[in-house]
């Protein structure tokens, strides 16, 4: 295969940045309705990041209907008290399930359990509890033709959550535990003795915050604060074994003018302590807005406002404005001028890629510009489509760049992430149709033009230029369904070099559900046998199997 492989000797060097805007919800209405369910049924442990060389092990997402229920995670999202979203309208099902709990096993010895419960102790008690473990011990193909690497990867999450009420406020408590193993793959051949190939992070926090929920108090506000952190067990390459911990605060307040219009202000602060060759610092964000919501037309004006002492200080400023027109009952169209500044620390590196390594400390990204522009409608019931383009300029924006280290040290191979100001332009198209529940297809696809610094093309080598995906559920016999996903994924050209094999996915499946509440589920993955790697850097799988059993209770 095609395949580019870079060795680092230091790393980069320029800012990217995210947009850390709040989002605006959406009135309810027969385009778009949100209903925030009491326990997910398939939810996801805070900050459990699926590897990319396992298979997603999820079962397939229920049909379309007239109601589409809000992913967020209510019982466990550590760290976002109570919404910042202006324009939300919350309503609550009663009598959903309290309890989900899930196993599968696989080819490659792949595994994912999954539990959670919301326990109601009485009418102003819950606690929440979930835990997961998921990965994998087996041989994948290596980009070195002949080769395989023995790949093992696992991830335990454990997380609990109190919510007590008490007349006006809510005071909540709660923290997570995660443990992450895995080895790292070599380069050419097995490193040499002395040098670890192994690695281990282990990830903890608690928090405590407080958040009002009487609705007629004139400000309605959350507040929580808490500890996070991140250690490594072993060094690597560039930095010694140690930690980062993380005090983190965020909070908001807001009042209405009117029933229509609303102020508000939404602020985040970390405080970033190391016991590693990293140097400490301190990112404080504020987001004072204005929102409209009338009949057909909803607008949200506010800025971002971030202030970094210490490493890469300064004073940043980005806009966060959304411009929301409904005509013909079901067409919106809509414009989003966006921006701020994103924390790049241990964890956010961790989800880019679980393999990462730096030669030099992560400066924050900051993105001072994010525009898109859309219409999103649902001319017939069960019938959505999407059409969109934007433009976004990051500084610091990550890259992954896979390589190895060759020396007479040590021989392995890591995903190092560098940093450079990236600009890229983007569109894209999405249509989706539901008809009862005898068949649910979405079809997407967005391309991708990105531009970096002169000479420093070799980090768009796993940026995606052109995404396109399609999947379907259908129907099979009463309570049996049968699934098909397709994924093809094309790389950025590199210039002179080329581009990096493209992904190209395919897979099949099947579900079975008993009694309401029992799913039985099973997949083929990667029916082309193909072999790519995903954009944290490592090598996915060959043709692959998982089956399993749900419950929900």
Not at 87 to 100: F, H, I, P, V
Not at 112 to 121: N, T
Request: hydrophobic share 35%; net charge negative.
């Amino acid at each position: 295969m095609k395949y580019i492989s870079t060795i680092l000797v230091c790393a980069g060097l320029w800012p990217a940045a995210t947009v850390c805007a709040q989002n605006g919800g959406e009135k309810d209405s027969t385009l778009n309705r949100t209903v925030v369910v009491e326990n997910q049924y398939n939810p996801e442990v805070m900050d459990a990041f699926k590897v990319n060389v396992m298979p997603e092990v999820e079962e397939p997402a229920a049909p379309k209907q007239a109601i589409n229920y809000a992913t967020d995670l209510r019982p466990l999202g550590a760290w976002k008290a109570t919404p910042m979203e202006a324009m939300s309208r919350e309503l609550a099902q009663k009598g959903a399930d309290r309890g989900y709990v899930r196993t599968a096993y696989g080819t490659l010895n792949n595994v994912d359990l999954k539990g959670s419960y919301l326990w109601d102790i009485s009418s102003k008690d819950r606690l929440g509890i979930m835990a997961s473990l998921y990965g994998l011990n087996g041989d994948i193909p290596h980009f070195m033709e002949g080769e395989e690497w023995k790949s093992r990867f696992y991830r335990t999450d454990v997380s609990l959550d109190y919510r007590h009420d008490f007349r006006k406020v809510a005071l909540k408590l709660g923290g997570a535990f995660a443990s992450q193993v895995f080895n790292y793959m070599p380069s050419m051949n097995e490193g040499v003795e002395n040098w670890p190939t192994t690695q281990r992070y282990t990830l903890g926090e608690g928090y405590v915050g407080v958040m009002s929920r009487d609705q007629d108090l004139p400000i309605q506000f959350a507040f929580q604060t808490g500890l996070r952190s991140f250690s490594l067990r072993y060094d690597n390459y560039y930095m010694e074994y140690g930690s980062e911990n993380i005090f983190h605060t965020e909070g908001f307040m807001a009042g209405n003018i009117n029933e229509e219009q609303q102020v508000g202000v939404g602020l985040e602060m970390d405080n970033l302590i190391h016991d590693v060759s990293q140097q400490d610092y301190t990112l404080l964000q504020l987001n004072p807005y204005y929102t409209y919501q009338g009949e057909s037309v909803k607008l949200r004006v506010g800025a971002h406002v971030d202030l970094q002492t210490a490493y890469g200080s300064g004073l940043k400023a980005a806009p966060d404005v959304k411009l929301e027109y409904t005509f013909a009952d079901t067409y919106v169209a809509y414009l989003n001028v966006l921006g701020g500044t994103r924390l790049n620390d241990f964890r956010r590196l961790n989800d880019f890629s679980p393999y990462w390594t730096i030669a030099q400390q992560m400066r924050t990204s900051y993105t001072p510009l994010d525009a898109k522009i859309g219409l999103k409608a649902s001319p017939v019931i069960g019938l959505g489509f999407e059409l969109y383009g934007g433009y976004r300029i990051t500084k610091n924006e990550l890259f992954a760049v896979p390589g190895g280290f060759y020396t007479d040290e040590q021989n392995v191979f890591y995903t190092g992430i560098l940093q450079d100001k990236g600009k890229v332009g983007y569109g894209g198209v999405s249509v989706s149709y539901a008809y009862r529940d005898w068949v649910d297809f979405s079809v997407n696809g967005a391309y991708y033009s990105w531009n970096v610094t002169e000479g420093n093309e070799g980090l768009l080598q796993l940026k995606p230029e052109l995404k396109a995906d399609f999947s379907v559920r259908a129907k099979v016999i009463k309570n049996c369904h049968a699934l098909l996903n397709y994924n093809y994924e094309r790389r950025q050209k590199m210039g002179d070099f080329g581009r990096a094999d493209a992904i190209n996915n395919l897979s099949v499946g099947a579900e079975y559900e008993l009694l309401n509440r029992i799913n039985v589920f099973g997949r083929l993955n990667n029916l082309l046998n193909k072999v790519y790697a995903t954009e944290a850097g490592y090598p996915v799988e060959g043709l692959h199997f998982m089956a399993g059993i749900s419950c929900r209770f």
